[in-house]
Every structure is written in structure tokens, then in C-alpha cells.
């Protein structure tokens, strides 16, 4: 089983930037994809990205394309979303997840494909 745990969060204005970063730990966590979902009051979580950890192929969901980058240090198995321009509708819970299949063929669905949940952090953007 693979162990999540989000920082980075906080609040902002339009048009900044914030660093999310995913700590995991646990003996599968070779063999998993990570992923960064969001979920907004009163909306269902969306996938926002992914990052193989086989090939460091990504995946990003259209509304964050050319704002959001996603990557990973292997030697401190963390992975970072690295969020720049950003407005109002990107305010949501982050979370990161951790999945056994390809989670770029999962794009932002598959949600019940991943096993494994961080503890989400809240990230505000004001107007």
C-alpha cells in the first residue's frame, strides 16, 4: 500500500502560483502512477493530472493545459503540481492518489481505479 500526504496549499490571487507536493512512501510505490484530482463544493472530483512512474509520461485535463505542470523527484518520492495562472475556478480540495494502472489511459476518470488517497489540501484563488 502506498502512503500520501499533500502540502502546499493556501490562498492566492488570480493570476499566481502555488507548488503542491505529494510525499508517498510504501513498498508498491515503484509500481504506481500518480495522480492530482480536485473537487470543488457541491462538484464531483476531477482527475487535473498525472505522471507515470514508469515512462514520466504526463496527463492534464484541458482547463489546466499550459498552466499546471506536473512532476516527480524520484529520490524523495514526491510529486509536485506546479500551478501558475491561476483563477478563481481552479479553488478546490487537491488531493494526490496513487493507481497500479496507466494512469494517462485513465485521463481524468478512473477515479475508482486509484487505491490510494493523500489527505487533500485546500487551495483558494480570489478574484
Known amino acids: 500500500e502506498v502512503q500520501l500526504v499533500e502540502s502546499g496549499g493556501g490562498s492566492v490571487q488570480a493570476g499566481g502560483s502555488l507548488r503542491l507536493s505529494c510525499a508517498a512512501s510504501?513498498?508498491?510505490?515503484?509500481?504506481?502512477?500518480i495522480g492530482w484530482f480536485r473537487q470543488a463544493p457541491g462538484k464531483e472530483r476531477e482527475g487535473v493530472s498525472c505522471i507515470r512512474s514508469t515512462t514520466g509520461t504526463t496527463y492534464y485535463t484541458d482547463s489546466v493545459k499550459g498552466r499546471f505542470t506536473i512532476s516527480s523527484d524520484n529520490a524523495k518520492n514526491t510529486v509536485y503540481l506546479q500551478m501558475n495562472s491561476l483563477k478563481p475556478e481552479d479553488t478546490a480540495v487537491y488531493y494526490c492518489a496513487a493507481t497500479p494502472y496507466d494512469c494517462v489511459s485513465l485521463g481524468s476518470w478512473g477515479v475508482y481505479e486509484y487505491d490510494s488517497w493523500g489527505q487533500g489540501t485546500q487551495v483558494t484563488v480570489s478574484s
Open positions: 510504501g513498498s508498491t510505490f515503484d509500481d504506481h502512477d
